[in-house]
Nanobody, 125 residues
């Protein structure tokens, strides 16, 4: 079992920045990919970003490219999402996730091994 705990969400004005963190614990071996998804009421959960264990492979949703940066610290079993130039449409619950590979997370039908409970991000105008 792997436990994922997100932090760093909150309320921010449009154009502002936030950094999300996700700490993993438990049997993390085998979860090469770590990343982020988000969900707003009435919509399906959508992919945001993913990163491979060594950071060689990084994937972003088109909607966040150039504004969000994903990174990870394997010594701390933590993945980060630096969000800048935030827009109202970035509002949602952000979920941390793990998978066997980062590329798996970016697919149309991602195969996720574990989910965190989510952290709320609200962008006001």
């Amino acid at each position: 079992q792997v436990q994922l705990v997100e932090s760093g969400g909150g309320l921010v004005q449009a154009g502002g920045s936030l950094r999300l963190s996700c700490a993993a614990s438990g049997r993390t071996s085998g979860s090469d990919g770590m990343g982020w998804f988000r969900q707003t009421p009435g919509k399906e959960r959508e992919f945001v970003a993913a990163i491979s264990w060594g950071g060689t492979f990084i994937y972003y949703a088109d909607s966040v490219k150039g504004r969000f940066t994903i990174s990870r610290d394997n010594g701390k079993n933590t993945v980060y999402l630096q969000m800048s130039s935030l827009k109202r449409e970035d509002t949602g619950v952000y979920y941390c996730a793990t998978a066997t590979s980062a590329s798996t997370m970016a697919k149309t039908s991602p195969k996720i091994d574990y989910w965190g409970r989510g952290t709320q991000v609200t962008v006001s105008s």
